[in-house]
C-alpha cells in the first residue's frame, strides 16, 4: 500500500473513533467524553447516564457503522457492475421490494383484515422488509441467468422498482391514516429502532455480505475494464453477477429492513472513496468505501440529533451536492 493510501486510512479510522464518541455524547443529554468511556469500561458513572450509552446511545451508533459501510459497499459494487457513477444500491430495485414488503404488512394487512394474525405479528416490518428484498433478488436473478447484457438488467430492475413503487402508492391511497402514517415514517429512515436482538441478525447477514464483497474484488477489477476483457481472462461473469446481486442484496436489503430506505450514502460516498484516494484498484476502494460511509452516517445521525431531523434528509442534504458534481463534472470516476 501507498504511504499516502496508508496515512489516509490511519486518518479516516481516526475521524470515526471521534465521530463515533461524538454521537454517543450528542443527543437530548450531553455526556461527557469520560463518562461515557466509564459506562463502556464498567466505571464509575451515574447509572442514568451509563443506560442511555450502554442501551441506546451505544447501539445506534453501532447500527450507523453498520448501515454506513454496509451502503457503501454495496454502491461501489453497483457502479462498478454497471459501469455507471449514477449506479446506487438501490439500482435493481430492493428498496422497492422492502418497502413493498413492509407496505403489506403495515398497509395490505389491516385492508385485508388480518393485522392482527399470529403469523404477521411474527414477520414484523423488518421480517417483511426482508423477504420483499430477497422476492426482487429471486427475480433478477432467474433473468441474470437468461440475459448477458448487463445495461438490459439494470432497466429491467429499474423497471421491477418502478411497477412495485406503484403498487405500493395504491395501497397508501386505499390505506387508513394511523397505517399510512406508521409506514411514511418508515420511509424517512431511522438508525435508532434497532434493538438489541435486531442486532443479533443484522451484524451477521451485513457480515455475510461484506465476506461476499470482498470475495468478488478480483472479478470487479476485472469488470473495470468492460465484460468482454473480463471474459478473456477467463472470469465466469454470470456468477460473478449472482454473488455481486447476492451481496448488495444483505447489504443494503438488510440495511433497509432494519432502518429503512437511507439515500445517497450508497450513491455518493464510493465518490468521495475515489476522489480521496485517487484509486480504481477495489482492494483498497473497498475499505476506502466502508470507512468512509462509516464516518458519513455517523456524521449524519450527529447532525440529526442536533436538528431533530430524520437521518434520511441529512443524508440526501449531504449525498446531493455530491451527484449534482458527478453529473455536471461528468469525470471517468468509475
Not at 469488470?223 to 476483457?229: A, F, I, P, S
Not at 446481486?245 to 437511507?262: D, E, K, M
Amino acid at each position: 500500500m501507498k504511504p499516502r493510501a496508508a496515512l489516509l486510512f490511519c486518518i479516516l479510522s481516526l475521524l470515526t473513533v471521534g465521530l463515533f464518541v461524538l454521537d454517543m455524547a450528542v443527543g437530548a443529554v450531553r455526556i461527557p467524553p469520560g463518562d461515557i468511556w466509564a459506562a463502556l469500561t464498567g466505571g464509575n458513572c451515574p447509572a442514568a447516564t451509563a443506560k442511555i450509552v450502554l442501551h441506546i446511545r451505544l447501539l445506534k451508533a453501532v447500527v450507523a457503522l453498520t448501515a454506513g459501510a454496509a451502503l457503501a459497499v454495496s454502491g461501489l459494487q453497483m457502479q462498478t457492475l454497471f459501469r455507471n457513477p449514477l449506479a446506487g444500491p438501490y439500482v435493481l430495485g430492493i428498496s422497492s421490494g422492502a418497502s413493498f414488503g413492509v407496505a403489506l404488512f403495515m398497509l395490505g394487512a389491516p385492508l385485508l383484515g388480518i393485522a392482527g394474525s399470529p403469523g404477521f405479528t411474527a414477520l414484523g416490518v423488518a421480517g417483511a422488509a426482508w423477504v420483499g428484498a430477497a422476492a426482487i433478488l429471486a427475480v433478477i436473478a432467474a433473468v441474470s441467468r437468461r440475459i448477458r447484457d448487463i445495461m438490459v438488467i439494470l432497466i429491467l430492475g429499474m423497471m421491477f422498482g418502478s411497477g412495485v413503487s406503484a403498487v405500493v402508492q395504491i395501497m397508501q391511497y386505499l390505506s387508513d391514516e394511523a397505517a399510512l402514517k406508521s409506514f411514511v415514517i418508515w420511509t424517512m429512515g431511522s438508525l435508532g429502532d434497532v434493538t438489541t436482538s435486531q442486532l443479533a441478525l443484522l451484524l451477521p447477514a451485513v457480515g455475510a455480505g461484506l465476506v461476499l464483497a470482498v470475495a468478488v474484488i478480483k472479478p470487479l477489477n476485472l469488470l473495470l475494464l468492460g465484460e468482454n476483457y473480463a471474459r478473456t481472462m477467463g472470469l465466469d461473469i454470470r456468477r460473478s453477477r449472482l454473488l455481486i446481486f447476492l451481496s448488495t442484496t444483505l447489504l443494503a436489503g438488510t440495511v433497509t429492513a432494519f432502518c429503512g430506505p437511507i439515500g445517497f450514502v450508497g450513491l455518493a460516498v464510493p465518490h468521495v472513496a475515489r476522489l480521496l484516494f485517487r484509486n480504481a484498484d477495489h482492494r483498497v476502494l473497498m475499505p476506502a468505501a466502508a470507512l468512509t460511509g462509516m464516518i458519513v452516517m455517523l456524521l449524519c445521525d450527529v447532525i440529526s440529533k442536533l436538528l431533530t431531523l430524520p437521518v434520511n434528509t441529512i443524508t440526501a442534504l449531504l449525498g446531493i451536492p455530491i451527484v449534482i458534481w458527478v453529473v455536471l463534472g461528468n469525470k471517468n470516476i468509475a
